[in-house]
C-alpha cells in the first residue's frame, strides 16, 4: 500500500495541475466529482480529511454546514479536552496519539506562545485547554498544506446542509446540499463518502440502516440495558449542551434573564441555594446541589485533585494564580445541570415543533430536519443563559471587586455568534451506524475492579480507547408535570454517571455499514450500542474515529474493495493497521506524522523505537499486555517465558508450526518448574520440542541426566536464548550485543515476521451475514467481537492451546490431587 500511496501521490501533482473536472453543470447548481467525499466540519471530519490527503487519495471534497472546523474543540465550545482514564487508581490523560497528538502538540505550543504556559487553565476536569476562535484557527491550518489552493487535492465548501444522498444498488455515489446562505446548490458524486457530521445526515438520507435512543436488552444482551420497551423513551439520549465561555471583564454586569426564566429551575447548580431547592420540593433523586459557584484555586493537586467548583470546573485561562495581564482570565462553563434532555420537552418547544411538522415534537433528534433542531437548540441557549443569569445573581453574594465573581465576566465575542454562544451544542449521542458489528457493553465494562484488558481484544482494532460509560442524566421533570414551569434532571433507571470499563480497542468494522456500499461512519455515527456510545464521545475518539475510517477509504480506493471487503480481508485490515501505526512521510512537510496506538499500553509513545512493533505484534496476539497490566514496560528485561509463548504463536500465525507439541502425561513433562498448570506450559514445551538438543545450555539444566531439567520461565532471557530460539524457526536474528529487553525483543521478532503470511486470521468471516459461524462459538460473524476464537478468550484458535477453557492445555492428563496433612494444634 505504501508503494500505492507514493504512485496516488504522482497521480495527484498531474491530476491537479488539469483543470478540477464539473466546476458547473448549471448556473444554479456547482458539481463536483472526487475519490473520497467527507461530510462534516468536526474534528473527526477535519481528521479524516487530512488523513486521505496524506494516503494520497486524489481528489477529496469536505463540506461543513457552517464556517467554523473543530467540532468540540471549537465550535461546540468545548475547549476543556477531555482524556482521562484509569492509571494505576488514578486519573491521567489517556495516551494522545496520531492526528490527536499533533493538534494538541499545537495547542499547547500556541497557549505556550501566547501565555507562557503550555495548559494555563489550571483546571479540573482538563490537562489541556484551548481558546475556541485560536484552535479553529489551528485546525485551518492543519488542513491547509492539503488544499487545491495550495497544490494539494482537498476543496472545502462551506455553509451547505445535506438534503439528499444519491443511491445505486445500496451504494451511496453522491451527496446532494444546500447552502445556508445564498449560494448555489452543490451535487458532490463520490466513489465513497464518510459521514461525520453532527447527526449521521448522510447515512440517515441515504437510506442505510441505523440506531437511535436506547437499546434493549434483547438486541445486544446488555447486562445494563432495560428489558422492557415500556421502559423506555424513544427519543432519550445523552442530553446536548450549551456551553458558553466568559472572558473577565473589566466592569460588573448581569445579563437579562432569557424569556421563560424561573429560578427554580436553577436552585439545584450550586449549594448557594441548597435550601431554596429543598423548600421546592423535587422528587427524590434529581439532580440537587453538590459544588460551590467559586473556589479560589490553582488546582495544586491537578486535574481531578481537589474540589469542584463552576469556576475551577473547566476553566481555560487562569490568569489569577499565573500571574497573567488582566482581562485574559477565560472560563468554560459546562456544568451537569446546563445540560438540555432531548426529550419530553417544555410545551412552547413543542408547539413549535408541531408547527413546522405535525409529530416532530415525537421525534428523536437524529430524525429531525436541520430546521426542527435549531428549534430545540435554540431553548437549549435559553437554558444555558439562564444559568448564567442565576450565577451572576442567587450564586453571587460579593461587593468586593477584588473578589472572583460572575458578575465580572462576560460572554465572549470569540464565536462572532449575535448570541455570544458557540456555534453548536455539545453533542453526546447521536446517530449509530448498523455497522459489521456492533461494539456493546460487554466487550469494555471492566468485571474486576482492575482497570486492565477488556475481555475482547479485537483483531481488527483501529485506534485504542478507554473511558466511563458516562451518561449524565437524561430525563427531564417538571414540577407538579406542568410542562409551562421549571423543570429538574433526573437519571433513567438504566443509566448512571460512571460505570467502569477496560481499556479496549475500537473494531475497524465498526465504521462501516452492515448492508451499504459506498459508505463509512465517522465522528459519533459509528457502530456502537447506546451504552458504548457514551464511553466512545471525547475529543481524541473523533478524531481516531476520523482518521481510520480515511485509512480505511484510502485502502479501499487503492485496492478497488468496498469498506465491507477490506473488513473481510485480512491483508486488508493489517494495511489499514499498518498505515495506522507507521504512516508515510508527509510529502508536503517532509515528516513522518506520529502514528496511533492500537494496543492501549500507558507507556507506549509514539515516539517509542518499538512503537510499531508491538502494536503490530499486540494486534496480532503474538506479544500482548499481561493481564492485570497497563504498560509495556520497554526498557524492562523479558522473562523465557513471555518469549517462549511470543515465539510460539509468531511460528504459529506465520506457519512456521503448525500446531502445539506438549507431553499430555505428567511424566513426561520436560521441565519439574513448568507444570500443567503453567499458562505457558503448552508454549514452553513446544518451544523445547523445536530447539536442538545439543544445546541444552539455551533451555536450562541442572546438569544431571538422570532429573528433569528447569526451564526458569521467569528469569530474564539472555541474548543466547533468544538467538537460539530465533535460529530455530530460521528468523533473522536480532542485532548482536543489544540487551534483551522487551522493546528489543519485539523489535526483533517484528523484523523476523514481518514479511511472513500470516494464517490465524486467514479465513474470511462473513461479517453482514446473519447465519454464518465461522469460529463454531455459536455466534454468528455479525455478532461476534472475535470471528476467529471459539472461546472468546482474545486467542485465536490457531494460537490457543487452550480451546476448551478449562486453564490447561488442550488433552492434557493432571496427576490426581494428593494432599498431606498437618496437625497445626500440635499432639
Same mark, same amino acid.
Given at each position: 500500500?505504501?508503494?500505492?500511496?507514493?504512485?496516488?501521490?504522482?497521480?495527484?501533482?498531474?491530476?491537479?495541475?488539469?483543470?478540477?473536472?464539473?466546476?458547473?453543470?448549471?448556473?444554479?447548481?456547482?458539481?463536483?466529482?472526487?475519490?473520497?467525499?467527507?461530510?462534516?466540519?468536526?474534528?473527526?471530519?477535519? %481528521?479524516?480529511?487530512?488523513? %486521505?490527503?496524506?494516503?494520497?487519495?486524489?481528489?477529496?471534497?469536505?463540506?461543513?454546514?457552517?464556517?467554523?472546523?473543530?467540532?468540540?474543540?471549537?465550535?461546540?465550545?468545548?475547549?476543556?479536552?477531555?482524556?482521562?482514564?484509569?492509571?494505576?487508581?488514578?486519573?491521567?490523560?489517556?495516551? $494522545?496519539?496520531?492526528?490527536?497528538?499533533?493538534?494538541?502538540?499545537?495547542?499547547?505550543?500556541?497557549?505556550?506562545?501566547?501565555?507562557?504556559?503550555?495548559?494555563?487553565?489550571?483546571?479540573?476536569?482538563?490537562?489541556?485547554?484551548?481558546?475556541?476562535?485560536?484552535?479553529?484557527?489551528?485546525?485551518?491550518?492543519?488542513?491547509?498544506?492539503?488544499?487545491?489552493?495550495?497544490?494539494?487535492?482537498?476543496?472545502?465548501?462551506?455553509?451547505?446542509?445535506?438534503?439528499?444522498?444519491?443511491?445505486?444498488?445500496?451504494?451511496?455515489?453522491?451527496?446532494?446540499?444546500?447552502?445556508?446562505?445564498?449560494?448555489?446548490?452543490?451535487?458532490?458524486?463520490?466513489?465513497?463518502?464518510? @459521514?461525520?457530521?453532527?447527526?449521521?445526515?448522510?447515512?440517515?438520507?441515504?437510506?442505510?440502516?441505523?440506531?437511535?435512543?436506547?437499546?434493549?436488552?434483547?438486541?445486544?444482551?446488555?447486562?445494563? =440495558?432495560?428489558?422492557?420497551?415500556?421502559?423506555?423513551?424513544?427519543?432519550?439520549?445523552?442530553?446536548?449542551?450549551?456551553?458558553?465561555?466568559?472572558?473577565?471583564?473589566?466592569?460588573?454586569?448581569?445579563?437579562?434573564?432569557?424569556?421563560?426564566?424561573?429560578?427554580?429551575?436553577?436552585?439545584?447548580?450550586?449549594?448557594?441555594?441548597?435550601?431554596?431547592?429543598?423548600?421546592?420540593?423535587?422528587?427524590?433523586?434529581?439532580?440537587?446541589?453538590?459544588?460551590?459557584?467559586?473556589?479560589?484555586?490553582?488546582?495544586?493537586?491537578?486535574?481531578?485533585?481537589?474540589?469542584?467548583?463552576?469556576?475551577?470546573?473547566?476553566?481555560?485561562?487562569?490568569?489569577?494564580?499565573?500571574?497573567?495581564?488582566?482581562?485574559?482570565?477565560?472560563?468554560?462553563?459546562?456544568?451537569?445541570?446546563?445540560?438540555?434532555?432531548?426529550?419530553?420537552?417544555?410545551?412552547?418547544?413543542?408547539?413549535?415543533?408541531?408547527?413546522?411538522?405535525?409529530?416532530?415534537?415525537?421525534?428523536?433528534?437524529?430524525?429531525?430536519?436541520?430546521?426542527?433542531?435549531?428549534?430545540?437548540?435554540?431553548?437549549?441557549?435559553?437554558?444555558?443563559?439562564?444559568?448564567?443569569?442565576?450565577?451572576?445573581?442567587?450564586?453571587?453574594?460579593?461587593?468586593?471587586?477584588?473578589?472572583?465573581?460572575?458578575?465580572?465576566?462576560?460572554?465572549?465575542?470569540?464565536?462572532?455568534?449575535?448570541?455570544?454562544?458557540?456555534?453548536?451544542?455539545?453533542?453526546?449521542?447521536?446517530?449509530?451506524?448498523?455497522?459489521?458489528?456492533?461494539?456493546?457493553?460487554?466487550?469494555?465494562?471492566?468485571?474486576? /475492579?482492575?482497570?486492565?484488558? =477488556?475481555?475482547?481484544?479485537?483483531?481488527?482494532?483501529?485506534?485504542?480507547?478507554?473511558?466511563?460509560?458516562?451518561?449524565?442524566?437524561?430525563?427531564?421533570?417538571?414540577?407538579?408535570?406542568?410542562?409551562?414551569?421549571?423543570?429538574?434532571?433526573?437519571?433513567?433507571?438504566?443509566?448512571?454517571?460512571?460505570?467502569?470499563?477496560? $481499556?479496549?480497542?475500537?473494531?475497524?468494522?465498526?465504521?462501516?455499514?452492515?448492508? *451499504?456500499?459506498?459508505?463509512?461512519?465517522?465522528?459519533?455515527?459509528?457502530?456502537?450500542?447506546?451504552?458504548?456510545?457514551?464511553?466512545?464521545?471525547?475529543?481524541?475518539?473523533?478524531?481516531?474515529?476520523?482518521?481510520?475510517?480515511?485509512?480505511?477509504?484510502?485502502?479501499?480506493?487503492?485496492?478497488?474493495?468496498?469498506?465491507?471487503?477490506?473488513?473481510?480481508?485480512?491483508?486488508?485490515?493489517?494495511?489499514?493497521?499498518?498505515?495506522?501505526?507507521?504512516?508515510?512521510?508527509?510529502?508536503?512537510?517532509?515528516?513522518?506524522?506520529?502514528?496511533?496506538?492500537?494496543?492501549?499500553?500507558?507507556?507506549?509513545?509514539?515516539? =517509542?523505537?518499538?512503537?510499531?512493533?508491538?502494536?503490530?505484534?499486540?494486534?496480532?496476539?503474538?506479544?500482548?499486555?499481561?493481564?492485570?497490566?497497563?504498560?509495556?514496560?520497554?526498557?524492562?528485561?523479558?522473562?523465557?517465558?513471555?518469549?517462549?509463548?511470543?515465539?510460539?504463536?509468531?511460528?504459529?500465525?506465520?506457519?512456521?508450526?503448525?500446531?502445539?507439541?506438549?507431553?499430555?502425561?505428567?511424566?513426561?513433562?520436560?521441565?519439574?518448574?513448568?507444570?500443567?498448570?503453567?499458562?505457558?506450559?503448552?508454549?514452553?514445551?513446544?518451544?523445547?520440542?523445536?530447539?536442538?538438543?545439543?544445546?541444552?545450555?539455551?533451555?536450562?539444566?541442572?546438569?544431571?541426566?538422570?532429573?528433569?531439567?528447569?526451564?526458569?520461565?521467569?528469569?530474564?532471557?539472555?541474548?543466547?536464548?533468544?538467538?537460539?530460539?530465533?535460529?530455530? *524457526?530460521?528468523?533473522?536474528?536480532?542485532?548482536?550485543?543489544?540487551?534483551?529487553?522487551?522493546?528489543?525483543?519485539?523489535?526483533?521478532?517484528?523484523?523476523?515476521?514481518?514479511?511472513?503470511?500470516?494464517?490465524?486470521?486467514?479465513?474470511? +468471516?462473513?461479517?453482514?451475514?446473519?447465519?454464518?459461524?465461522?469460529? /463454531?462459538?455459536?455466534?454468528?460473524?455479525? @455478532?461476534?467481537?472475535?470471528?476467529?476464537?471459539?472461546?472468546?478468550?482474545?486467542? +485465536?484458535?490457531?494460537?490457543?492451546?487452550?480451546?476448551?477453557?478449562?486453564?490447561?492445555?488442550?488433552?492434557?492428563?493432571?496427576?490426581?490431587?494428593?494432599?498431606?496433612? *498437618?496437625?497445626?494444634?500440635?499432639?
Amino acid at each position: 500500500m505504501i508503494r500505492n500511496v507514493l504512485r496516488s501521490a504522482r497521480l495527484l501533482l498531474l491530476s491537479v495541475c488539469a483543470v478540477w473536472p464539473g466546476v458547473a453543470s448549471a448556473a444554479d447548481e456547482v458539481t463536483r466529482e472526487v475519490d473520497l467525499l467527507v461530510v462534516g466540519g468536526s474534528e473527526s471530519a477535519v %481528521a479524516a480529511t487530512v488523513q %486521505a490527503a496524506r494516503l494520497g487519495v486524489p481528489r477529496i471534497a469536505i463540506v461543513n454546514d457552517i464556517a467554523w472546523l473543530g467540532g468540540q474543540f471549537t465550535a461546540e465550545g468545548l475547549g476543556a479536552v477531555d482524556e482521562w482514564t484509569i492509571y494505576h487508581g488514578r486519573r491521567e490523560p489517556f495516551p $494522545r496519539s496520531g492526528l490527536f497528538l499533533e493538534i494538541m502538540n499545537r495547542i499547547e505550543q500556541r497557549m505556550r506562545g501566547k501565555y507562557g504556559h503550555a495548559r494555563p487553565g489550571n483546571s479540573f476536569c482538563a490537562w489541556t485547554t484551548c481558546e475556541p476562535r485560536e484552535t479553529e484557527r489551528l485546525f485551518r491550518e492543519l488542513l491547509a498544506p492539503y488544499q487545491r489552493s495550495n497544490g494539494g487535492s482537498v476543496e472545502l465548501f462551506e455553509d451547505y446542509e445535506p438534503v439528499a444522498v444519491d443511491t445505486a444498488d445500496e451504494r451511496v455515489t453522491g451527496v446532494r446540499f444546500v447552502s445556508t446562505k445564498s449560494a448555489p446548490p452543490l451535487a458532490i458524486r463520490a466513489t465513497l463518502t464518510i @459521514d461525520a457530521s453532527d447527526w449521521g445526515d448522510v447515512i440517515r438520507l441515504s437510506g442505510a440502516r441505523y440506531l437511535r435512543g436506547p437499546d434493549l436488552k434483547s438486541a445486544f444482551n446488555e447486562p445494563s =440495558a432495560p428489558t422492557d420497551a415500556s421502559q423506555v423513551e424513544p427519543n432519550e439520549m445523552n442530553p446536548i449542551t450549551y456551553c458558553m465561555v466568559l472572558r473577565e471583564s473589566d466592569r460588573a454586569g448581569v445579563i437579562d434573564p432569557p424569556r421563560g426564566y424561573d429560578p427554580r429551575t436553577y436552585f439545584g447548580a450550586t449549594i448557594v441555594t441548597a435550601e431554596q431547592y429543598k423548600a421546592v420540593g423535587w422528587p427524590k433523586g434529581t439532580m440537587g446541589p453538590f459544588a460551590r459557584p467559586w473556589i479560589e484555586s490553582e488546582m495544586k493537586n491537578g486535574p481531578y485533585g481537589e474540589t469542584p467548583s463552576v469556576y475551577t470546573h473547566r476553566r481555560l485561562v487562569d490568569r489569577r494564580h499565573l500571574n497573567l495581564p488582566v482581562g485574559s482570565e477565560l472560563v468554560l462553563v459546562n456544568w451537569p445541570l446546563q445540560d438540555y434532555p432531548t426529550y419530553n420537552f417544555p410545551r412552547h418547544v413543542n408547539e413549535a415543533l408541531e408547527a413546522n411538522e405535525p409529530g416532530a415534537s415525537r421525534k428523536n433528534l437524529v430524525d429531525m430536519t436541520p430546521s426542527q433542531r435549531r428549534i430545540v437548540f435554540d431553548d437549549a441557549k435559553r437554558h444555558t443563559l439562564g444559568l448564567l443569569h442565576y450565577l451572576q445573581t442567587l450564586a453571587d453574594s460579593s461587593d468586593d471587586e477584588n473578589a472572583v465573581s460572575f458578575r465580572r465576566m462576560e460572554l465572549t465575542d470569540d464565536f462572532g455568534t449575535a448570541d455570544r454562544l458557540p456555534w453548536k451544542p455539545y453533542v453526546r449521542e447521536g446517530l449509530r451506524l448498523d455497522a459489521l458489528y456492533m461494539l456493546r457493553e460487554t466487550d469494555v465494562r471492566d468485571r474486576d /475492579g482492575v482497570q486492565s484488558w =477488556a475481555d475482547h481484544m479485537v483483531h481488527d482494532n483501529v485506534f485504542g480507547f478507554q473511558f466511563n460509560i458516562d451518561f449524565h442524566p437524561t430525563k427531564r421533570i417538571f414540577l407538579n408535570d406542568d410542562n409551562t414551569g421549571p423543570w429538574a434532571h433526573i437519571h433513567s433507571s438504566y443509566r448512571h454517571w460512571g460505570t467502569h470499563t477496560d $481499556r479496549a480497542g475500537f473494531p475497524l468494522r465498526c465504521l462501516v455499514p452492515a448492508r *451499504f456500499d459506498g459508505l463509512l461512519g465517522a465522528g459519533k455515527n459509528l457502530g456502537y450500542t447506546s451504552i458504548v456510545s457514551s464511553a466512545v464521545r471525547l475529543h481524541g475518539h473523533g478524531m481516531m474515529a476520523g482518521q481510520a475510517a480515511a485509512t480505511v477509504a484510502a485502502v479501499a480506493l487503492d485496492e478497488r474493495r468496498t469498506p465491507r471487503e477490506v473488513a473481510a480481508r485480512i491483508e486488508s485490515v493489517r494495511q489499514v493497521q499498518s498505515l495506522l501505526v507507521e504512516p508515510p512521510v508527509d510529502r508536503f512537510t517532509g515528516q513522518r506524522p506520529p502514528g496511533v496506538l492500537l494496543w492501549p499500553y500507558h507507556d507506549l509513545p509514539t515516539d =517509542a523505537d518499538c512503537f510499531e512493533a508491538v502494536n503490530q505484534l499486540s494486534v496480532r496476539t503474538v506479544l500482548v499486555g499481561s493481564p492485570g497490566q497497563q504498560d509495556f514496560r520497554p526498557s524492562e528485561p523479558i522473562p523465557r517465558r513471555e518469549v517462549a509463548r511470543a515465539a510460539i504463536r509468531a511460528a504459529l500465525a506465520t506457519g512456521s508450526l503448525t500446531r502445539h507439541i506438549y507431553a499430555v502425561e505428567d511424566n513426561q513433562r520436560r521441565f519439574r518448574d513448568v507444570d500443567f498448570y503453567d499458562p505457558d506450559y503448552a508454549a514452553i514445551e513446544t518451544l523445547a520440542a523445536q530447539l536442538s538438543e545439543t544445546n541444552p545450555a539455551s533451555l536450562g539444566t541442572d546438569g544431571k541426566e538422570t532429573t528433569r531439567r528447569e526451564f526458569k520461565p521467569d528469569h530474564p532471557a539472555d541474548e543466547l536464548f533468544v538467538r537460539e530460539v530465533f535460529t530455530a *524457526f530460521d528468523w533473522k536474528n536480532p542485532p548482536a550485543g543489544e540487551p534483551i529487553t522487551r522493546s528489543n525483543f519485539a523489535i526483533g521478532l517484528w523484523d523476523a515476521i514481518r514479511e511472513h503470511d500470516e494464517l490465524a486470521f486467514a479465513s474470511s +468471516p462473513r461479517f453482514e451475514s446473519s447465519d454464518v459461524d465461522l469460529d /463454531g462459538d455459536g455466534r454468528t460473524d455479525r @455478532d461476534d467481537p472475535l470471528p476467529f476464537d471459539r472461546d472468546n478468550d482474545s486467542v +485465536p484458535d490457531l494460537l490457543d492451546s487452550d480451546n476448551d477453557e478449562d486453564g490447561l492445555a488442550d488433552g492434557v492428563k493432571p496427576p490426581p490431587f494428593t494432599g498431606r496433612r *498437618f496437625n497445626f494444634a500440635g499432639p
